[in-house]
């Protein structure tokens, strides 16, 4: 890893801690001033849905002007949203916050993805670049939440004062400005012109695209995996009297694992091929969660979840590097954005969905028609990999 691509890690990991550790204060802080458990999903719920409706034209708006203006007004953004909590401390203004902190995000991964993958000239550096970028939001995750909450608890006269909400809003505030630090020394790449004449250009001209669907679809398959998980454990575990602490704990070390094979991936890229770690991860996943719900101790479900993560782990740098191959180079940033908007408008949606599912045929149901349904999804992979171009 050389030091370009590590100040572009350094500067998404400061912009997207930003977001992860408001997204778990601005919450808490709803709850203290009394508001119901429905109003702090809604306020979650926010995050995500400004990358639903602002992602298309952030990815667009990034092929057209490269890399530092997209994350310039990325950093605006950020900074304006945990500054307005900073300044007011309320439940309406979090909610405005949450929407400029997670568009700004959104935002600001397009941007330096599509630098990233355009920096680079075969697969395997394909591979290897976006293995490494994808550990920011690994640390990502870490880091914020676990800033925000030392403020919060130690940063006030009390434990949640105010005081310490503020401290919290107030690094928050900050992050961004590093990202803005780390990004603004870097070279941008040649614009990628279109031919002139042709006919404009549309998003369904993407999604006529077989392979581009095929892609969407893998992507779609392995983000709900996720989404289950995280959904699922914790009522698998209030379902069997396990403490929070150690339901924590199991979603932790889903969160580690996945993280450490993002670490490992970069020194193994050029013996990987996309589609083969896509269809395996798919697999395994579907196995896993066969034996999920069968699993009768802590112990056996926190084993459990450290393999999802290795599985689930290893997927978007591979997806990441198949994209960049099987768009036009003019497009990358709209196919960016495509693909954070359908992730992101599956976040909001899904939980809803498995929510219903779940009262209808349990947990355990829920884990094995998800199982079955990525298991199907692997033969999209297989079709993937048939034509992709061998590197």
Request: positive net charge.
């Amino acid at each position: 890893m050389n030091w370009a691509l590590a100040r572009l890690i350094a500067g998404q990991v400061c912009v997207h801690a930003s977001m992860t550790g408001m997204r778990m204060a601005a919450p808490l802080l709803a709850l203290r001033e009394g508001y119901s458990a429905a109003a702090v999903g809604v306020l979650l719920a926010l995050f995500a849905l400004t990358q639903v409706f602002l992602a298309l034209p952030a990815g667009r708006y990034a092929d057209r002007h490269g890399l530092k203006r997209p994350v310039r007004y990325s950093v605006i953004a950020a900074c304006a949203g945990t500054g307005l909590a900073l300044l007011f401390p309320v439940f309406p203004v979090l909610c405005v916050a949450a929407l400029l902190t997670g568009g700004a995000t959104g935002g600001a991964m397009i941007a330096l993805q599509r630098h990233v993958g355009r920096a680079v000239h075969d697969a395997t550096q394909l591979r290897q670049v976006f293995s490494w970028l994808a550990i920011g939001p690994a640390a990502s995750n870490f880091i914020g939440p676990f800033c925000a909450g030392l403020l919060i608890d130690h940063a006030g006269a009390e434990a949640g004062s105010t005081t310490g909400f503020r401290a919290a809003f107030a690094l928050l505030a900050v992050l961004p400005l590093a990202t803005w630090f780390w990004v603004r020394s870097t070279q941008e790449l040649p614009p990628v012109i279109a031919a002139e004449g042709g006919p404009k250009q549309r998003v369904w001209d993407l999604l006529r695209d077989t392979g581009f669907r095929r892609l969407l679809l893998t992507n779609w398959f392995l983000s709900s995996c996720w989404d289950v998980h995280t959904f699922v454990v914790p009522l698998l575990g209030y379902e069997r009297g396990i403490p929070a602490s150690v339901i924590g704990t199991i979603l932790g070390a889903f969160a580690i694992a996945a993280a450490l094979i993002r670490v490992l991936m970069p020194f193994v890229a050029e013996r990987l091929q996309e589609w083969v770690v896509v269809m395996a991860a798919m697999l395994i996943t579907a196995v896993l969660f066969a034996i999920y719900p069968l699993l009768p101790t802590a112990w056996a479900m926190g084993a459990c979840s450290v393999l999802l993560g290795f599985a689930l782990g290893s997927v978007q740098p591979m997806i990441m590097s198949m994209l960049h191959q099987i768009t036009p180079p003019q497009r990358h940033g709209e196919a960016l954005g495509l693909r954070l908007m359908t992730i992101n408008a599956s976040s909001v949606l899904m939980p809803m969905l498995f929510g219903s599912m779940g009262a209808v045929i349990g947990v355990a149901g829920l884990f094995w028609v998800v199982g079955a349904g990525v298991a199907c999804g692997a033969r999209v992979a297989w079709l993937l990999g048939q034509a992709q171009p061998r590197s």
